[in-house]
């Protein structure tokens, strides 16, 4: 899968890469924004870096040859609600001059989490009539709520893990029926994540009672819904998948395998140099891989994913356990998406064009539907 050479005079395509944004991730949305403007083609593409602001302004950057990653190489990463700093000073326009009126052919979604990965923007994007990477709105809200994807999944037969999902006026109204629950169905220790952010934001092993109450007050900070599950011990696996941008037909990536030095894949397991360990392909049997990824595939196509997604499991003993998908995987140097392609043989400019083909190819696909 090339994509080295542009057709020879053909007009550069104008590419929004929108990074950023609103939610705890915004650091790590900075340096895969940053990756993916260093690996997009000059002679095929005219780059648009986007940022989103914290507080949620667009602001359109030149594209300066000494554009450097907001954390560099060997830094440690900043922990969630430490504001990533912007690219250069210049002043925020509205969305629509940046991105709409023909300013943009496509836009390439590098956000994370709440305000990027969750819909909002991919609809702001349909609203504008503007191509965009990854998922479409309902896929990626739904993806998103670690709680409602996990209901669907299971009615698909596919395996999560056991749950108590508990919102904030429940944890305020009823919270010795709550704890009681918790101690029936999962036990100690279990583990507390807020519902609809990722990076492992707001995570928490929980070993007691006692220490439950300040990990889920903890977990609330980031939305009112709060799960609770069943602490998982075994194999912890991810497996990307990704669709072909000429059929859009999905395949899975080589699987890897995660090997935190923490006690789980915390955020600074994910994003401090040597955090953890990443093994792709897997150190599992053959049969176990397959398995994994025709469950990431199942799930690709149950929750509605487009373009690319990567699903994180558990392997426990012989059984595979289903945690999340994630319909904008991280596209940093470390992330786990671009080690996985380049075990399928993959460069990561050539995944970026892929994902770029895709998004022009189901708008075109649209646009015949709609008779345009």
């Known amino acids: 899968m090339r994509h080295d050479e542009a057709t020879p005079g053909a007009r550069r395509l104008r590419v929004a890469v929108l990074m950023g944004g609103r939610s705890p991730e915004r650091e790590v949305s900075l340096r895969s924004g940053h990756h993916v403007i260093e690996n997009l083609d000059p002679s095929r593409y005219d780059v648009l870096p986007v940022e989103i602001t914290a507080d949620g302004r667009w602001i359109p950057r030149p594209r300066p040859p000494e554009l450097r990653t907001p954390a560099s190489e060997g830094e440690s990463a900043r922990g969630p609600g430490e504001e990533g700093r912007s690219l250069v000073p210049s002043a925020p326009r509205p969305i629509d001059e ?64 056991a749950y108590v999902a508990i919102s904030g006026s429940q944890w305020t109204a009823d919270r010795p029926e709550i704890l009681r629950r918790i101690a029936r169905d999962l036990g100690y220790p279990c583990v507390v994540k807020p519902n609809s952010v990722g990076s492992s934001i707001g995570v928490a ?20 819904t709060v799960l609770v599950e069943e602490y998982l011990q075994g194999t912890e696996l991810t497996c990307a998948v990704l669709e072909d941008a000429r059929t859009g037909a999905p395949r899975p990536l080589p699987l890897v395998e995660i090997v ?7 955020y600074a397991a994910k994003y401090e140099p040597g955090g953890s360990e990443e093994i792709c392909p897997a150190r599992v049997p053959s049969d176990v891989a397959q398995r994994a990824q025709e469950l990431a595939l199942r799930a690709h196509r149950v929750l ?23 319909t904008i995987p991280g596209m940093t140097p470390g992330s786990l998406l ?17 994902l770029i083909d895709s998004a022009l190819r189901r708008a075109q696909s649209r646009r015949r539907q709609e008779g345009v």
């Open 260 to 266: 935190p030095r923490d006690e789980f894949f915390t």
């Open 205 to 224: 092993v929980v070993r007691h009672e006692e220490a439950l109450h300040g990990a889920v007050e903890e977990a609330f900070r980031y939305g009112d």
């Open 98 to 161: 940046v991105v709409g009126n023909g300013a943009v052919d496509v836009a390439f979604i590098a956000l994370h989490g709440p305000y990027g990965e969750d819909g909002t923007v991919q609809g702001l994007l349909e609203l504008l009539g503007i191509p965009y990477t990854g998922s479409g709105v309902l896929a990626s809200a739904l993806a998103m709520d670690k709680l409602r994807s996990r209901q669907v999944l299971q009615a698909n037969g596919l395996p999560v893990p």
């Open 338 to 354: 671009p080690l996985a392609a380049r075990a399928a043989g993959i460069r990561f400019s050539d995944l970026v064009t892929a």
């Open 304 to 326: 509605g994913c487009e373009g690319v997604s990567r699903v994180d499991m558990f392997l426990v003993g012989e059984h595979l356990v289903v945690l999340e998908a994630n």
